[in-house]
């Protein structure tokens, strides 16, 4: 799959090409996602990161079967991600979502299929922050290992080019290499200066499992229920500002031109025509040797996103993520 001429891309173990940065999709309001979706895909992004929960899929869809139809992209140029809902994790749930996911997005296959979260919930459970304690089933190695094993079919099906995970630790991914056919091609994890995550950094370059990072810039935009007291703002830090201010761009720009150096894939969220052009425009942002390391120096290793409605009651954050970010 060929991509956008100024966006370099990664290999995943299926032998794909994944463009290395991409538009994130979470959070983004119903009326104003298409537009974005349409504005990336015009000015070079090859990229983009869906999920059903969301509750955008079809309004991305309109666009994407639009933007195919008229030949203004091809679809084959393009990278698109869905993943599948915690509560559509058990095996007679699983290709259902999937062909829904497609549906609402207009599309044959999808590129990229991860599971969202290392847990499963009861089918038809309230979104998250409405869910009671029971609807929370929790992580188990044994139920995970079932659902990847639908996750699977779907990839011998051609319904999913690849498949992979999203918010699950080393010791998680372990549990289930140990009875999978297939390695996983991603893991998508929160990334960003304050949390660079480069023990699994090093564990998915191990495993030929390509690192993905959500909120790349932060996620400075994030519900209220997701901030923490003693949060940082990840994009005031003032190696980041002070190298912005020597490159002549911002803050946002400083973490993607970082990340794109180090060839891991990001997918920050905006739906303003300005700030997509500007986050692709930071891929132009040439880092020296001394910065890269001065950025490497504020990690704090703290998560900002830490998941609490997937955490059940009498369970530490700590415990949840296997003692990383906490």
């Known amino acids: 799959m060929s991509v956008a001429p100024t966006v370099a891309s990664v290999q995943l173990n299926t032998g ?20 974005a979706v349409q504005e990336a895909l015009r000015i070079g992004y090859r990229h983009v990161d869906c999920a059903h929960i ?23 140029d393009t990278f698109i991600t869905s993943k599948l809902w915690p509560s559509d994790y058990a095996p007679c749930h699983v290709e259902a979502a999937c062909k829904l996911t497609l549906k609402n997005l207009q599309l044959s296959y999808l590129d990229l299929y991860l ?12 979104l998250p922050g409405q869910m009671a304690d029971e609807d929370i089933l929790g992580y188990s190695a044994e139920m995970l290992a079932e659902t990847w094993q639908e996750m699977e079919k779907l990839q011998e099906q051609g319904l999913v ?3 992979g995970v999203s918010n699950f630790t080393i010791a ?8 999978a056919k297939v390695v996983p091609a991603v893991n998508q994890v929160e ?9 699994m950094k090093d ?56 990340a794109y150096r180090k060839k891991f894939v990001t997918i920050p969220k905006t739906v303003s025509p300005s700030r997509l052009a500007q986050n692709l425009a930071s891929l132009k942002v040439k ?8 950025i490497d120096a504020i990690d704090r290793d703290r998560r900002l996103l830490v998941g609490g409605w997937a955490i059940k009651e009498g369970q530490t954050a700590q415990e949840f993520w296997d003692g990383v970010g906490c």
């Open 191 to 199: 990334s960003h200066p304050h949390f660079q995550q480069n023990a």
């Open 287 to 294: 880092l020296d040797d001394e910065d890269i390391e001065a």
């Open 172 to 179: 998680q991914i372990d549990n289930l290499l140990e009875t």
């Open 161 to 163: 080019k690849a498949i």
């Open 203 to 258: 564990y998915c370059a191990s495993k030929g499992i390509v690192f993905e990072a959500y909120s790349p810039l932060g996620a400075p935009g994030r519900p209220p229920r997701c901030v923490q007291e003693g949060d940082l703002v990840v994009l005031d830090d003032k190696v980041l500002v002070d190298l912005g201010a020597k490159y002549g761009c911002s803050p946002a720009q400083v973490c993607l031109a970082w």
């Open 16 to 35: 794909a090409s994944m463009p290395l940065i991409g538009l994130g999709t979470w959070q983004a309001p119903k009326g104003e996602v298409g537009n």
């Open 54 to 76: 969301y509750g955008n899929e079809a309004e991305i869809g309109e666009v994407l079967a639009a933007t195919f139809t008229g030949n203004e992209v091809k679809r084959a």
């Open 115 to 126: 599971l969202h979260w290392p847990v499963r919930c009861r089918h038809g459970c309230p």
